[in-house]
């Protein structure tokens, strides 16, 4: 009968507009032809409401998928979700499309060959009314399932788990069948059924074991078995990557040469420049010639005054603060610039420098005593300074009693070395030391007494002279004399400068 199916848990497949319903089977109308199911489950979640009815129109296809023991019609409890094993076999009922109910067995791989566990005798084979026209099917097909739904093991399983569950509280409890493997052990035994007395009380020691690994020796026969077989692995834990400067070539060349600068005497004070090359030093009287013999060959003096003005100039422009001073919007801060020149060649070079710093906005105070006759050099170099907005001054009182921003020190020459003995000498240097602004010597001779004015920077031409201390920091400019110029003079030449006009020297 109909109602010998309550409590058996079904799934109803309503096609794709209503979906599929799985539940517990709570009521079946013959006569309204309408099936009911507690605790619904609509495509896997549940649904809010307790029950939920079916007509035998809206069913595509009933699915039963657990059926219920003797006496668990009227105690069905909690609705358990129940799963088809590869063993579980299921009755299915379509509907065709004219209303006739059809039963179809869907036999699985395990069907056929029935395990050895204990069959079940209680189950009743019932008539099951799902059609329209009340067909039912056959007693002796139904006894078939349910005999092979008993010989199932997965069903065996979940049957007895779901019988003890909802056993009524009066009805005595079977006794457990065995296994050969022993009592089968619930899921959470399994995981959680562990011994507490076997978990070790102690903590791992991970220093001990770390104590126990020689790094030294593992790194050192690596490093004996890469000298052998000439390999080299990866991730040696002392090995860096060579890395490399912006102005470093990566591609393997000649070995550096260091020292490219010969001299035919013996040298009394060695330089050197930023990239580590050996600027040796000259004495004045081969420094002398190889400026005569450059003057020879086309290197006149108004060249060497220009390209001299032109170095120094860029030099005291990058000392007075290049151009963070002079920009157009600091019009109002112009630098000062003090130029101290002597009556010779040396004070022509000073006045040329000091012509370069007037075009570039600088306010330039040239002091150059008055003398009766003015070597030609000078006389060109201050008829090409009037032009300028620069100042001419031939009295110390006219000079500024306030800092200045640099002083030019082209006093000295060592061929009028009686210019020191002058008034107007004396007056200069004192004027400058009070000053207290930074000094700039431009090409400054070698004396063996004590400098008049200490210099913080001075600049030499071509090759530097034996300076010492009281010239301060040295600096080389190129003024132009040719490679083979050099040579003619006996001195092996290679130009230090690189990209540039005016180097730093330190002292070798």
Known sequence: MATDWLGSIVSINCGD?????????????????????????????KCLVPEVTFRAGDIMELKILEIPGPGDNQHFGDVHQ????????????????NGTGKLVKKPTPSSSAPQNIPKRT?????????????????????????????????FRRRHNSWS???????????????????????????????????????????????????????????????????????????????????????????????????????????????????????SYELHKKLLSVAEKHGLTLERRLEMTGVCASQMALTLLGGPNRLNPKNVHQRPTVALLCGPHVKG????????????????????????????????????????????????????????????????????????RDQP??????????????????IDPPVHEVEQGIDAKWSLALGLPLPLGEHAGRIYLCDIGIPQQVFQEVGINYHSPFGCKFVIPLHSA
């Open 424 to 441: 107007w000498y004396k007056a200069a240097v004192a004027w400058a030391n009070q000053n207290r602004a930074p000094v700039l010597s």
């Open 17 to 45: 507009s209503l979906g599929v319903y799985q539940g517990r089977v709570s009521a079946v109308d013959q006569v309204s032809q309408t099936i009911s199911l507690t605790r619904p489950f609509h495509n896997g979640v």
């Open 82 to 97: 129940t799963e088809l094993g590869p063993s579980g076999v299921g009755c299915q009922v379509g509907i065709s499309q």
């Open 164 to 282: 003890s569950s909802s056993r009524h509280p009066n009805q005595a409890t079977p006794k457990k069948s065995g296994l050969k493997n022993g009592q089968m052990k619930n899921k959470d035994d399994e995981c959680f059924g562990d011994d507490i007395e076997e978990i070790p009380d102690t903590d791992f020691d991970f220093e001990g074991n770390l104590a126990l690994f020689d790094k030294a020796a593992v790194f050192e026969e690596i490093d004996t078995y890469e000298r052998r077989s000439g390999t080299r692995s990866r991730g040696i834990p002392n090995e860096r990557p060579t890395r490399y400067r912006h102005d470093e070539n990566i591609l393997e060349s000649e070995p550096i040469v260091y020292r490219r600068i010969t001299v035919p005497h013996n040298v009394s004070k060695e330089f050197c420049t930023d990239s580590g090359l050996v600027v040796p030093s000259v």
């Open 348 to 419: 022509a070079q000073g006045i040329s420098c000091g012509r370069h710093l007037a075009n570039h906005d600088v306010q330039v105070i040239l002091f150059l005593p008055n003398f009766v006759k003015m070597l030609e050099s000078i006389t060109n170099e201050l008829s090409l300074f009037s032009k300028t907005q620069g100042q001419q001054v031939s009295s110390l009182k006219d000079l500024p009693t306030s800092p200045v921003d640099l002083v030019i020190n082209c006093l000295d020459c060592p061929e009028n070395v009686f210019l």
């Open 122 to 154: 209680d189950v009743k084979s019932q008539d099951v009314a799902v059609s329209p026209q009340q067909q039912q099917c056959s007693k002796s097909y139904v006894d078939r399932h349910m005999e092979s739904l008993s010989q199932s093991k997965s």
